[in-house]
């Protein structure tokens, strides 16, 4: 695999003229995206720069216990970030903790699956295979999550009424949310479905990318591609299913009541 | 029931149909709310409020059984076709109406009506009028919320008004004074 060709420093300070011509851009059209573009773009060079460090340092060590925390780390990370991403989360707790807690859950069953029956590395926890899985894991299964229970909570909060005429019927509460849990549970798969029948056509995978590029075979590169969009598929639609109905099981109560005092407040247009 | 605007009507209402989180005891036949499931709880109390809600695009989706629907909706005024009307086409005055209907067929022994003929024209506010009357005479008990006097005078048997959050009982001889 040393048929790639390095990059210098200057090679990389020759591509960010890109970013600068963009930010001249914003200048010139008044977008006013300049600011942000830029710390956007050292932002990025920053925090790759700290992951190369950590991952060369985590690669040559090679312990279970260095690469769970770091998987634990990623974990809680991506929890934040899909906490973020909703409009109405829960209150409290569950907001990060239901998120993060079906992520940890969905992420790890997937990768360890994959890691035991498909990748079988020596040993089964080296770094170079749990840590780059992992991640593109939980990238796509924050974005299944978060988007699920966005809509799941947005959906309750507009159709209120149409969920608790139902109760008032004598609908169970799994009942009445149904149709809004078929919707939640939509979204938060169709980007996994729609990137998996794009792909090839429209785009080519950055993973795939990344291994043609340094120097892997293409028909390996989209064997290890075609494993991912597996986990990828497999992890989301765990992690989603759990949190939605989760979700579902917090805004409902035991007796069979739409709860959505257990939100978070709209915020402040 | 009457009341000012804000004094707390329908969350009474809301209350005692177990919508949203509340204290106190509640029981029908003897019978202590808490000791019954809440779906079962909410087949023995109806509540139709003011502005009811929809779950699905047409009409017959909303009834379980069309044709055991029929009589409850022909008794409203509908024709058999209003299976396959969709839910935005509906006046508010409709939907009010079929929202009483699917209330009814469930045989709740409770109703609890928020000013259900708040939107209706003359005649349509008899036809209601008259069947919660028949409903009644056949053992439905009905907490009425109305602001039309008139109404309430027509309709009740005992009056209660909320104010501030307090309810309480006016004795039935109490006159109106009309604007």
Known sequence: MDNYIPLSYWDLAAASLLVFINAGLSVIFRLRVHRSLLIAAIRMVVQLSLVGVVLTTLFSAVSPLWTGLAALVMVLFAGNEAAQRQERGLSGWWSYGLGTGCMMMSSVVVTVFALLTALRPNPWYDPRYVIPLLGMILGNCMTGISLGLDTLTTSLVSRRAGVEAQLMLGATRWEAVAPVTRQALRSALMPTINSMSATGVVSLPGMMTGQILGGVPPAEAVKYQILVMFMIAGGTGLGAVTAVLGGVYRVTDGRHRLRLDRLRPPKPA | ?179
């Open chain 2, 1 to 179: 029931m009457r009341g000012p605007s804000g004094a707390g009507k329908t969350l009474l209402l809301r209350a005692v149909a177990d919508l949203d989180p509340n204290e106190g005891l509640v029981t029908l036949d003897g019978r202590d709310r808490s000791t019954i499931a809440g779906p079962e709880w909410r087949r023995l109390v109806g509540y139709v409020p003011a502005d009811p809600g929809w779950w699905a695009n047409t009409v017959g989706e909303h009834f379980g059984e069309w044709t055991a629907a029929l009589a409850f909706v022909n008794d409203l005024g509908f024709s058999d076709e209003a299976k396959a009307w969709p839910i935005t086409r509906l006046s508010t005055g409709e939907r009010l109406r079929l929202a009483l209907a699917r209330a009814l067929i469930v045989r709740p022994k409770v109703l609890l009506l928020d000013e259900p003929t708040a939107a209706l024209d003359v005649a349509s506010v008899a036809a209601v009028e008259s069947l919660i009357n028949a409903r009644m005479r056949a053992g439905l008990a009905v907490l009425w919320v109305t602001h039309d006097a008139e109404q309430a005078k027509r309709v009740a048997h005992r009056h209660l008004v909320v104010e501030a959050g307090q309810v309480r009982e006016e004795a039935p001889e109490w006159t109106i004074i009309s604007p």
